[in-house]
């Protein structure tokens, strides 16, 4: 099936008209893409969160340092040792050592699992992996002990000249798994060595609707490809900038653009027939780990907000202000997982253009209109289809790892978006 290998999905009805479409159409899918990544390189690796509304299928983020790889199952693991040795050899064809930049929140045990699982996918990709942090109260090397009985161990980032290292530890490759919310940090700027992503990738730099501006300039492209309306597989976004909501500034913006951006769904849920009422996601136009990130079902919602709503608004990760937001269409997930049928959405992790795999966030007190990525959700990990080891044309739109191939190529869509993004 290309380059996304056959995973089992929590949806195991017949596929939707948009899933048997991009199935029919993969000899062309496959082939454009394969074009896209010639005239502009996939990013090293990224994850990205996809709703499936059934009736359209879309990102809904980029993370471009994906944390989770612990979340991935282990038969996964030859796809991502592959994946990475191409994406290494790419950016450092001699390399034989790689730094893992980390995030400064690595009280949390759950990212270090995710810090030595992607460690371990180097090591076994032939290469000398480490991980460094930037931490001011970390002043030699820590080794800890984690839930699952591994041990991750982190050392402080030291720099000489043009070089950053640990210590005589000297890598040809620095791989950032730190989103730089805070800032670009001075120890990173000019140095010799490969810096992947690009510290202009960062939060710091980067912003979501910038992103989902390239987003739809490649939808509109691919789906000029396979003649289908754009729209469903994009979703629909404005921006707000100059925003303070503690001091209510700034929200007539806010207030106007949902206003317009509801009646542009509930246009196209009409031109379709969808009867559903549509809702809009307002969130913080950088930043992750679902802060900053609100879902609205009318204008009036957003001009009324009370105090907890706007002080929750108001920062997103490290204490960043939020002073633009990202006013998006909101997609439905038909998702569910398990006995208690909780609502859940994919999210597909990637190594330079390849899919390597991924795993449902599930949240079993949210619904199918809102964020999942919130304190209480559970990950599960996404499971080869033992069935059907290639692809059966006869049977093929409604064999379940047929389903999946929809979501990598969404996936990958969102990838080659990133990809101009950074290159411009």
């Known amino acids: 099936m290309g380059e996304v290998p056959h995973l089992t999905t929590a949806l ?10 991009l199935l029919q159409h993969q000899t062309k899918v496959e082939s454009w893409l394969r074009r896209q990544w010639l ?17 359209k299928l879309a990102p809904v983020d980029t993370n471009l340092f994906p944390a989770g790889f612990n979340n991935l199952n282990p038969e996964f693991m030859p796809l991502c040792v592959n994946a990475a040795q191409m994406a290494v050899e790419r950016v450092c064809p001699n390399a034989t050592r790689i730094l893992i930049v980390a995030e400064n929140h690595t009280r949390n045990l759950f990212y270090l699992e995710s810090l030595e699982a992607l460690r371990q996918i180097f090591e076994t990709a032939g290469l000398e992996a480490r991980i460094g942090s930037l931490r001011d109260d970390l002043e030699e090397e820590k080794t800890l002990i984690l839930p699952s009985g591994k041990q991750c161990v982190l050392s402080p980032l030291t720099r000489e000249g043009n070089r950053v290292g640990l210590g005589d530890f000297s890598p040809c490759v620095v791989l950032l798994n730190n989103d730089l919310s805070a800032g670009r940090p001075a120890i990173l700027e000019d140095l010799e060595q490969q810096v992947i992503p690009p510290l202009s990738a960062g ?3 980067r912003k979501k609707s910038d992103h989902f501006t390239h987003y739809q300039t490649v939808a509109e492209e691919f789906a000029a490809q396979i003649e289908i309306d754009p729209w469903l597989i994009s979703p629909l976004s404005l921006q707000c900038g100059d925003i303070d909501f503690m001091n209510r500034e700034g929200t007539e913006c806010l207030v106007k653009n949902v206003g317009m951006m509801l009646n542009q769904i ?3 849920y009409d031109e379709y027939g969808i009867d559903k009422p549509p809702f809009v996601v307002v969130k913080a136009d950088a930043g992750t780990y679902g802060m900053g990130i609100m879902m609205v079902a009318s204008a009036e919602e957003v001009a009324n907000l009370n105090r907890k709503q706007r002080t929750k608004m108001s920062a997103a990760k490290e204490g960043s202000k939020v002073n633009n937001v990202l ?7 038909l998702e569910t997982w398990g006995e208690d049928q909780a609502v859940a959405e994919p999210v597909v992790y990637m190594m330079d253009h390849f899919v390597v795999g991924g795993f449902y966030r599930v949240h079993t ?6 964020n999942l990525n919130a304190p209480g959700m559970h990950f599960e990990p996404l499971a080869f289809a033992q069935s059907c080891s290639t692809p059966d044309k006869t049977r093929a739109p409604d064999t379940i790892p047929n389903r999946f191939y929809a979501y990598g190529v969404i996936a990958r869509l969102a990838l080659l978006a990133a990809a101009r993004e950074i290159s411009a």
Not at 12 to 21: A, N, R, S
Not at 327 to 333: F, I, L, R, S
């Open 266 to 268: 509930q246009q196209k």
């Open 203 to 205: 939060w710091s730099d």
């Open 327 to 333: 006013v998006q269409e909101g997609v439905y997930t």
């Open 12 to 21: 195991d009805g017949p596929l939707f008209q948009l899933e048997k479409h």
């Open 365 to 370: 007190a949210r619904g199918v209109n809102q």
């Open 39 to 55: 005239e502009t390189p996939a990013p090293f690796y990224a994850s990205v969160d996809l709703r499936n509304a059934g009736f």
